[in-house]
């Protein structure tokens, strides 16, 4: 299992770097709000409410749920760009990118979940 475990999260960390060099080339000439992250952690929620209302199978869930979406979500680089951006003195931003990443990834958890219900 943990070899399953590693295969997916390594997919996920190439995932989330490809996307987040992306992002920094593409999105951020336009904002100071760390959209790659804040777009990476709020799909990542997404599936993963979805992949847990499914009831897949622990050997899918070990891969998809704790392995890919493990390694393609970021909690830390979350919590990395608060403390820089209060750091920073850009209160209004941090206070956007706290909600937004809180608040909207309950929300979107949440959809993704009766989502998966709804398909079951």
Not at 38 to 56: D, P
Not at 68 to 92: H, I
Request: proline share 2%; glycine share 12%; charged share 10%.
């Amino acid at each position: 299992m943990f070899a399953v475990v590693g295969l997916g999260a390594a997919l996920g960390a190439v995932a989330r770097f490809a996307l987040t060099n992306y992002g920094k080339k593409h999105w951020m000439r336009q904002t100071d709000l760390p959209l790659p992250t804040l777009v990476i952690n709020l799909t990542g929620a997404f599936l993963l409410g979805l992949l847990y209302a499914l009831q897949v199978n622990p050997a899918l869930y070990a891969f998809l749920g704790t392995g890919v979406l493990g390694g393609y979500t970021t909690f830390s680089t979350l919590n990395t760009e608060l403390v820089a951006l209060a750091s920073s003195q850009r209160k209004r931003t941090l206070k956007i990118y706290l909600l937004a990443s809180y608040a909207g990834g309950m929300i979107l958890v949440t959809i993704g979940y009766f989502l998966g219900k709804l398909l079951q």
